[in-house]
Antibody
């Protein structure tokens, strides 16, 4: 089954940019899934950030306005998230995941990475 | 956005009990409803997709059903490893949205 691993800074200053990368193993990201990001603030529920199809369409949560950029590097079998102008409200565990193209079910998840926004 | 309302928010149950969790969508979502299990400090895991299809490797004591905009996750006989928080998620339309979660605790 597909393996996913998030990487990136655990601490980001307010107003700066959060950047995370997800490395995918045992499955090519070009092979028919969407690849997405979900976050979970401390002690709270899950929030879908967005997902991307390599070389094709991407979708993001309008609640994040235009702060989100997602990209994919098929040569490295990785995909990435950028979230601009972060505030303390963006502090969360960030998960990368594979998302089924038909059902949009989130079938495999990374272990998650904690990102804290603080000066 | 489509709102997903889960109930109850928490419940206590004993090993061997039958447990039912409900999720209601704010509008029709056809069968685009998925269920996840999350244990403390871990990523969620997919249990059920398309309202009633069991994900690979998930025990058969988990099942899902639907009636209009109401969806149900049933654990037929609760096991010690099932104590966790459960989330529903609609995948009918973006933004994908989740229910608030149901925490299943030991009675």
């Amino acid at each position: 089954q597909v393996q996913l691993q998030e990487s990136g800074p655990g601490l980001v200053k307010p107003s700066e940019t959060l950047s995370l990368t997800c490395s995918v193993s045992d499955y090519s990201i070009s092979s028919g899934h969407y690849w997405g990001w979900i976050r979970q603030p401390p002690g709270k529920g899950l929030e879908w950030i967005g997902h991307i199809y390599p070389g094709g369409s991407s979708y993001h949560n309008p609640s994040l306005k235009s702060r989100v950029t997602m990209s994919a590097d098929t040569s490295k079998n990785q995909f990435s998230l950028r979230l601009d102008s972060v505030t303390a409200a963006d502090t969360a565990v960030y998960y990368c995941a594979s998302i089924g193209q038909v059902e949009l079910n989130i079938d495999y998840w990374g272990q998650g990475t904690v990102v804290t926004v603080s000066s | 956005d489509i709102q997903m309302t889960q109930s109850p928010s928490s419940l206590s149950a004993s090993v061997g009990d039958r447990v039912t969790i409900t999720c209601r969508a704010s509008q029709s979502i056809s069968s685009f409803l998925n269920w996840y299990q999350q244990k403390p400090g871990k990523a969620p895991k997919l249990l059920i997709y398309a309202a009633s299809s069991l994900h690979s490797g998930v025990p058969s004591r988990f099942s899902g059903s639907e009636s209009g905009t109401d969806f149900t996750l049933t654990i037929s006989s609760l096991q010690p490893e099932d104590y966790a928080t459960y989330y529903c998620q609609q995948s009918y339309r973006t933004p994908l949205t989740f229910g608030g979660g149901t925490k299943v605790e030991i009675k």
